[in-house]
């Protein structure tokens, strides 16, 4: 089963770009043509999808975040990449990538989570 | 925006009981809809997608039901690994997906 999993830096200054990495394993990330979920959940609150991406490229992101976000997918080393410009301490939140579960479109559950990583902005 | 309205925002539930948690979408989202069970400092769980459908590995205690802009997640009996928060997401429009605001259930 694919398992993806978050790493980039826990602390982040105001104003600067936060950069988060996906790394996929247990197979490829082009594997049934799935779209790979970006979505986030600051301390205490619910969840807020940021976007999504397929491993052509197809971005769709969330209207809210779309000035600020940007995604890329590395195909050879198995990885998705979020970055996310000029970020507050709204942004501080658990960052989570996941997969959809049944391909081809970015309308999809997400099915496989990774264990997220903590994101805190502050000076 | 599509709105996903869950509630209750907590219930309270004893080992055994019967529970239905009600998520409400501001237009119809004809059954594109998944619930998803989180427990503290863990990624969500995919439980139900297409309003009714068990992903695999759930337990058959959990069903999902509704179309349109109305929906339930139900746990026939409560057991001492469902006290969670579940969320609602609604995947029939990407501009944004959206999820519910949580549903916590604790111990009665």
């Known amino acids: 089963q694919l398992q993806p999993r978050e790493s980039g830096p826990g602390l982040v200054r105001p104003s600067e770009t936060l950069s988060l990495t996906c790394s996929v394993s247990g197979g490829s990330i082009k594997k049934n043509d799935l779209y790979w979920g970006w979505i986030r959940q600051p301390p205490g609150k619910g969840l807020e999808w940021i976007g999504s991406?397929?491993?052509?490229?197809?971005?769709y992101l969330n209207p809210s975040l779309k000035s600020r976000v940007s995604f890329s997918v590395d195909t050879s080393k198995n990885q998705l990449s979020l970055r996310l410009t000029s970020v507050t301490a709204a942004d501080t939140a658990m960052y989570y990538c996941?997969?959809?579960?049944?391909?081809?479109?970015?309308?999809?559950?997400?099915?496989?989570w990774g264990q997220g990583i903590k994101v805190i902005v502050s000076s | 925006d599509i709105q996903m309205t869950q509630s209750p925002s907590t219930l309270s539930a004893s080992v055994g009981d019967r529970v239905t948690i009600t998520c409400r979408a501001s237009q119809s989202i004809s059954n594109w809809l998944a619930w998803y069970q989180q427990k503290p400092g863990k990624a969500p769980n995919l439980l139900i997608y297409k309003a009714s459908s068990l992903e695999s590995g759930v337990p058959p205690r959990f069903s999902g039901s509704g179309s349109g802009t109305e929906f339930t997640l139900t746990i026939s009996s409560l057991q001492p690994d469902d006290f969670a928060t579940y969320y609602c997401?609604?995947?029939?429009?990407?501009?944004?997906?959206?999820f519910g605001g949580g549903t916590t259930v604790d111990i009665k």
């Open positions: 991406i397929f491993h052509g490229g197809s971005t």
């Open positions: 997401q609604q995947y029939n429009s990407y501009s944004p997906l959206t």
């Open positions: 996941a997969s959809g579960r049944e391909g081809y479109s970015p309308l999809d559950p997400f099915a496989v």
